[in-house]
């Protein structure tokens, strides 16, 4: 299929991966000249026209979704029988492929793709968009380390084909949540089961669940408990095995409410890691239980003697005196001074509250048109306070600039999109124009950030506008030792024009005529391309001689001899006689500049000399 143009502008240039509905194709949009990945569907969803309406709805709802962690969809469309979505092209892994080749991932790798997750899957949530079949295989990881979130509306396309565990699709199985598996409505928590899914087998390199039949793991997602996690890889700390734990509950309710609660939780427990206090030896301190002896109450009011309260009172200073021997000084906690994290990003302000031995916990997130994104915008206690080690210090996180929708810009004028943007708040960015022959000149064809999507107050739009038609292409002429107006009417001839023209002293060409062109003659060119010209202001060159001598041939018995000069002043005839086969021909020739001649004989060229 290499080669073959999709919807007049996708160009396919090699397949990238399949799945079990779908071909993904790496593609040149040719009206963009950009990379992108195109999805095309198998044969035999093209013929399921229920499956295929569901497929453009959805696709076209996940469409609307711009977010840095979520692959955008740039075009769905129809040729013929084939259906393709087209979709931003990802330079990258997937996370199925990072877990196939490295197992287990470390703790803070793993945190850091999750939260990422989570905030695309919160995207699409307040969209009132549904995933549907988070997994590794839909997670993509860039070269720079950006996680992207795939396949929003084919997962929704092909929810209720995914229980039929035909094919590749068999897969997804070992993500699905229990209420998804019964048939049950799904909600974002269905998203949040199965992220919780992905997180496990980040931390441990296996899923949840697993079986030989894909039917007794999706029982085992409705009725079993998995491994605990540190079972399987003790460095999960305790605090983010409750995080997965909660994520994998069987009850959509006792999950987490959002996605961004999970990540507040992944975020509240990665500052706090490490702080569990333990005994420097890990000795448990045992206290025995209170055990009924049979005497019932009789025995409960015989009254101790003064030996047995001595004993009881012996042994109680000694345990505490042996509890306060094992924890040291740090049975009430050491004193510490509360660090400035203000500013800071959510890991700076982690790192520097570490050094004293403090936690974080994030307990809201707020927009803030100062304090970039994911950036500490309070801090309580405050900097400077003293606090016992081990205390949280409570964060609120900035969401960054309130957002506000981007306005629609497709086919406006530049001036109009100007006009457009300022009245929204933004900026006009790049302005990048290109042939396209849908649009006339001047107007724009396609904008970045797209229209509805999200963006932060003043930003810059970035504006792509139509050249108009492509321009037929012609061969620059000759124009050097031409005058200026033989030069215009050459180039007019040629659809061309005369940019800048500059002068120059020349002692080749006489005063007026072209001596340079910054565009080489034969050179393939644009129609309208402009050229500029160099243009002799003298003195020109002075008048040389020379005897030119040649021999004629046998051939014939008489030869008519002509001969042309082409030199600075241009072309002319400077000789014209009959001559004998085999004579001699001499002729003194004055010319100016660089010159050639052009010897004919009975009208048929002999010979071109340089002089």
């Keep these: 299929m290499d080669g073959t143009l999709l919807g007049d502008r996708y160009e396919i240039l090699e397949v990238i991966g399949e799945g079990g509905m779908a071909i993904v194709y790496k593609a040149r949009d040719a009206v963009l000249d950009r990379v992108v990945a195109l999805k095309v569907l198998k044969d035999e969803f093209d013929n399921d026209p229920s499956f295929v309406e569901k497929f453009k709805t959805e696709a076209l709802a996940a469409a609307k979704l711009s977010h840095p962690n979520i692959v955008n969809i ?168 409750n995080v997965i734990i909660k994520s994998l509950e069987k009850s959509p309710a006792s999950r987490y409410k959002s996605a961004e609660r999970m990540r507040a939780a992944l975020l509240s427990f990665n500052s706090s890691v490490g702080y569990k206090r333990k005994r420097s030896n890990d000795d448990t301190i045992m206290i025995p239980p209170i055990i009924d002896d049979g005497g019932g109450k009789d025995v409960a009011r015989k009254k101790l003697r003064p030996a047995g309260i001595a004993i009881i009172a012996i042994a109680i200073v000694g345990f505490l005196v042996g509890v306060f021997f094992q924890l040291g000084g740090n049975l009430f906690g050491q004193e510490v001074i509360v660090p400035e994290i203000e500013g800071m990003t959510i890991q700076e302000a982690d790192e520097e509250l570490k050094k004293v031995k403090l936690a974080m916990e994030v307990i809201d997130r707020q927009n803030h048109d100062e304090i970039e994104a994911d950036h500490i915008i309070s801090q309580q206690p405050a900097a400077g306070q003293k606090v016992k080690e081990g205390r949280n210090i409570e964060v609120i996180l900035s969401l960054g600039s309130e957002l506000i929708s981007v306005p629609g810009l497709v086919g406006a004028t530049i001036s109009e999109a100007e006009i457009l943007l300022r009245n929204a708040g933004f900026s006009k960015g790049v302005l990048e124009g290109i042939f396209d022959e849908r649009f006339a000149e001047g107007l724009v064809i396609s904008q970045d950030p797209t229209a509805g999507s999200k963006a932060a107050e003043g930003e810059k739009i970035n504006i792509m506008y139509s050249k108009g038609k492509k321009p037929e292409r012609v061969s620059m002429p000759a124009l050097i030792g031409l005058s200026l107006n033989q030069a215009k009417n050459l180039l007019a001839e040629n659809n061309l024009e005369i940019g800048t023209n500059s002068k120059q002293e020349s002692t080749e060409y006489f005063e007026g005529q072209i001596i340079d062109q910054d565009t080489k003659a034969g050179v393939l060119v644009d129609e309208k391309t402009v050229v500029n010209l160099v243009i002799s202001q003298g003195p020109g060159p002075i008048a040389t001689s020379k005897n030119l001598q040649f021999q004629l041939p046998e051939e014939q018995d008489y030869y008519k001899v002509v001969i042309k000069l082409k030199d600075s002043k241009g072309e002319r005839e400077i000789y014209s006689e009959l001559h004998h086969a085999k004579d001699m021909v001499h002729v003194g020739v004055s010319y100016f500049g660089k010159a050639s001649v052009d010897i004919i004989l009975n009208g048929s060229h002999f010979r071109t000399m340089s002089l």
Excluded: W
């Design 74 to 241: 740039f075009d769905v469309g129809q040729q013929n029988s084939k259906h393709y979505i087209v979709m931003e092209y990802v330079e990258g892994q997937t996370l199925q492929e990072i877990i196939s080749s490295q197992g287990p991932i470390p703790v803070n790798q793993a945190l850091n793709i999750t939260a990422m997750i989570c905030d695309g899957l919160q995207a699409a949530h307040d969209k009132g968009i549904i995933h549907r079949d988070v997994k590794p295989h839909n997670i993509l990881i860039t070269n720079s380390g950006i996680v992207k979130v795939a396949d929003f509306g084919i997962a929704q396309a092909i929810s209720k084909k995914t229980l039929t565990f035909n094919g590749h699709i068999v897969g997804t199985v070992h993500y699905i949540a229990p209420e998804q598996a019964k048939g049950e409505p799904v909600t974002p928590a269905t998203d949040i089961y199965s992220l919780g899914c992905v997180l496990y087998e980040m931390l441990t390199g296996i899923v949840p669940f697993d079986a030989e039949s894909p039917l007794t793991v999706v029982l085992k997602h409705i009725h079993d408990e998995p491994v605990m996690p540190r079972k399987l890889n003790p460095d999960i700390p305790v605090g983010l095995e």
